[in-house]
């Protein structure tokens, strides 16, 4: 075998970090009553939750050599040849490229990536209303509400996530936000209604209409639920300053001057603008392009959401 230690330096190396021999955990607990009403009319509450730990996080993936967000302090000098900066310490002495990959945790390779990780996790907390009411003849109907809240550091386990605007594995917990799957309230209804006429029914029970328009039901399947979660990124002049996934703009202004219009004053025919460009800054960076620091803006706007959906 070849026992160079210096073989793939250079190269890109795929890795598996040694927490991964843990798989992914989800604990689930819930409470719940029940009370039957007259009319044949059941109502259920219950409260459902859950907590997940050691998920895949796909967007982390390819970024597994980032650079610490600490150096940007730096600025542009990321950027210069570590030749150029005799007061910066090569990592060994034939290391040749950027500042900012000489302070990569793994100098020696250019990309180290995972197949797979396990430093996500998550939280679900949900209020569930439901109402059945079932006959052999006449309304039958369910109708289930939901009032929850899904926080998480990763969407799903899968290609949805590949590209995610992540932009500090250092800093976990910025990740943290409303998931793109959490709608705070939704609301569905399923019903069927017989049709007051024909041999069951309270008019024409006899003769030959009772045949023609007798047995006949209408029925339909409503759903309601709130808006998706906005997401923000931003586009920063070069990706070389930290190697991380992306970057999120920050935040300055409070929710209720996040918008210039609600989205169900807004008539697409017309055209208007939803989002206030002041209420946001793009990152300010240095003339090379590197940013002074990661935007603040969640993973996901917990609060700015998009239009609700109604079918």
Do not use: C
Not at 141 to 166: E, H, I, M, R
Request: no cysteine; proline share 9%; hydrophobic share 30%.
């Amino acid at each position: 075998p070849n026992t160079n230690p210096s073989q793939l330096n250079g190269s890109s190396i795929s890795w598996y970090t040694p927490n991964l021999t843990k798989y992914p955990m989800v604990h689930n607990w819930n409470f719940g009553i029940q009370y039957e009403l007259p009319w044949q009319t059941k109502v259920e509450a219950n409260y459902v939750g859950n907590r997940g730990t050691r998920l895949n996080e796909p967007a982390y993936l390819y970024a597994l050599n980032q650079v610490n967000p600490s150096y940007l302090s730096l600025g542009d000098t990321l950027l210069d040849d570590i030749n150029d900066h005799p007061e910066i310490e090569k990592p060994y002495p034939s290391f040749s490229g950027t500042v900012a990959m000489a302070l990569q945790p793994f100098p020696q390779y250019r990309t180290v990536f995972a197949h797979r990780s396990n430093g996500g996790f998550s939280t679900y907390n949900g209020f569930q209303l439901t109402v059945t009411k079932r006959s052999t003849y006449g309304l039958s109907f369910l109708a289930a509400y939901t009032f929850s809240k899904a926080l998480a550091t990763t969407d799903t386990s899968g290609p949805g996530n590949y590209y995610d605007y992540t932009q500090d594995w250092y800093n976990r917990k910025s990740d943290y936000s409303v998931t793109m799957y959490n709608y705070p309230q939704h609301l569905k209804l399923t019903w069927i209604y017989d049709l007051p006429f024909g041999q069951q029914g309270r008019w024409l029970r006899s003769g030959p209409l009772s045949y023609i328009i007798g047995g006949w039901t209408m029925s339909m399947i409503q759903n309601y639920q709130s808006g998706p979660a906005v997401k923000l990124f931003t586009y920063v002049p070069t990706t070389e300053a930290l190697y991380n996934p992306g970057w999120r703009p920050d935040v300055l202004l409070p929710r209720d001057q996040q918008t210039l219009n609600e989205p169900t004053n807004i008539q697409f025919n017309q055209g208007a603008q939803y989002l206030n460009p002041a209420a946001f800054d793009p990152l300010q960076t240095t003339p090379g392009g590197v940013p002074f620091h990661p935007g603040n803006a969640p993973r996901n706007m917990p609060d700015l959401r998009g239009w609700a959906g109604y079918g």
